[in-house]
C-alpha cells in the first residue's frame, strides 16, 4: 500500500563513533559513521541494518495528523503519480550501483533492501531517506558513501504529487523495494521466452498432456518449455509462463511436441499450432493430425525473428478432425 507506518528505535546506549572512512561497511554494530559532511547512524539488530541521518527528525516520531490526532492509513496520502516517484527513485539506486555491485546482489535471489523515503507534504520533496538490509547479505559490504549518493540523487531529483489527506500530515511515508534487475545479455546472446495456451475445443477430456519446445544452436540443443499442464476436459484451457532464457543469438525452435494419453475415445484430431513472436507482427499457423490415445505429435516451429529477444507466445488449440 502506498502508505506505511514506520518506526526505528534510536539505541543511544549502544552507540560507538565511527571516524571517516570511504571504505567504510561494516555494520554489524550499532554507531555512528561519519563522512564528508553526513553523520549517519547503524541502527543494527545484529540481523537486520537501519542506516538514516542522525539528524533525521521523522525516526522517533510516527505520521500524526498536524493536529496531533492519529491518521487513517486506509486512506492514500499520495497522488495518482505515486508510482512514478517510485521507479525514478529505483532507477537513480540503479545508475548509482557499479555493475559488479548490482550482479552481486542477484545472488542469491531475494536479498531484501529498501529505500525509506520521507515526504514533506507542503513542498511535496523527499526531506529524508534511509535504507533498511539484511546483515548477511551484499548489501551490506557497500560502502557508506554510496547510499550518501542515493540519498542525494533522490533529494534532488524525486516528487510526488500529495493527496488533500497528505497534506494533513506532519509528513508522508513510502518505500522502494529495489529490485537489481536482469543480468546483462551478453554480446553474442539474446534473451527469449515463451508462454503456450492450450484449448481443447473437443467434447472429451485428455489426460496427461505434454507439451515440450526444443531448439538448436552450433550444435548444442535448448529446452525452452518443457511442461505437463495435467488434464484437459472439455472446454478447458491450460497456461503456462516459461522461463526466460539467454540463448545465443539465431537459436531455432524447430520442434514442438505435443503428446497426449487417455482420450475419452478413439480418433483423430486436427491440431493448430499458432506462433507470436515478439518483436514481430507475423503470425504462423500450422496444422498437424494428432491421433488418439497416447499419440506423439512432432509440428515444425516456425523460429523466432533474428535476434529475437524478448518473450514469444504460443497457442495450441485441438479441434475436431
Not at 12 to 38: E, H, P
Request: proline share 5%; glycine share 10%; charged share 20%.
Amino acid at each position: 500500500m502506498k502508505t506505511h507506518r514506520f518506526f526505528l528505535t534510536l539505541l543511544l546506549s549502544a552507540i560507538t563513533i565511527a571516524g571517516t572512512s570511504r571504505a567504510q561497511t561494516n555494520y554489524t554494530v550499532t554507531r555512528v559513521i561519519q563522512g564528508n559532511g553526513y553523520s549517519y547512524l547503524c541502527d543494527s539488530d545484529g540481523s537486520i541494518v537501519n542506516l538514516y541521518n542522525l539528524t533525521n527528525p521523522f525516526i522517533e516520531v510516527g505520521q500524526l495528523m498536524k493536529d496531533g490526532t492519529d491518521f487513517d492509513d486506509s486512506i492514500d496520502s499520495f497522488g495518482n503519480d505515486w508510482q512514478a516517484g517510485i521507479n525514478e527513485a529505483q532507477q537513480l539506486a540503479l545508475q548509482t550501483f557499479t555493475a559488479a555491485e548490482l550482479e552481486s546482489f542477484r545472488s542469491p535471489a531475494k536479498q531484501r533492501f529498501q529505500i525509506s523515503l520521507f515526504v514533506n507534504p507542503a513542498t511535496e520533496r523527499v526531506d529524508e531517506v534511509g535504507f533498511y538490509f539484511d546483515e548477511e547479505h551484499n548489501y551490506a559490504h557497500i560502502p557508506m558513501d554510496r547510499y550518501r549518493q542515493i540519498e542525494l540523487a533522490i533529494k534532488q531529483n524525486v516528487t510526488f504529487q500529495i493527496s488533500d489527506y497528505g497534506k494533513r500530515l506532519n509528513y508522508c511515508f513510502t518505500a522502494v523495494d529495489f529490485d537489481p534487475g536482469p543480468s546483462p545479455i551478453p554480446p553474442g546472446y539474446m534473451e527469449t521466452g515463451l508462454n503456450y495456451v492450450i484449448n481443447n475445443d473437443l467434447p472429451c477430456r485428455f489426460q496427461d498432456i505434454r507439451i515440450e519446445v526444443t531448439g538448436m544452436a552450433g550444435g548444442q540443443r535448448y529446452t525452452l518449455i518443457s511442461s505437463s499442464p495435467g488434464d484437459l476436459s472439455a472446454g478447458d484451457s491450460r497456461s503456462y509462463a516459461g522461463n526466460t532464457l539467454t540463448l545465443p543469438i539465431g537459436t531455432t525452435f524447430p520442434r514442438l511436441e505435443l503428446a497426449v494419453t487417455g482420450t475419452s475415445e478413439e480418433s483423430s484430431y486436427d491440431t493448430r499450432i499458432t506462433a507470436n513472436y515478439a518483436g514481430s507482427n507475423t503470425t504462423t499457423t500450422n496444422f498437424g493430425n494428432m491421433g488418439g490415445n497416447g499419440s506423439t505429435l512432432w509440428l515444425a516451429l516456425p523460429p523466432p525473428p533474428s535476434g529475437g529477444t524478448g518473450r514469444h507466445t504460443l497457442e495450441i488449440t485441438i479441434s475436431e478432425d
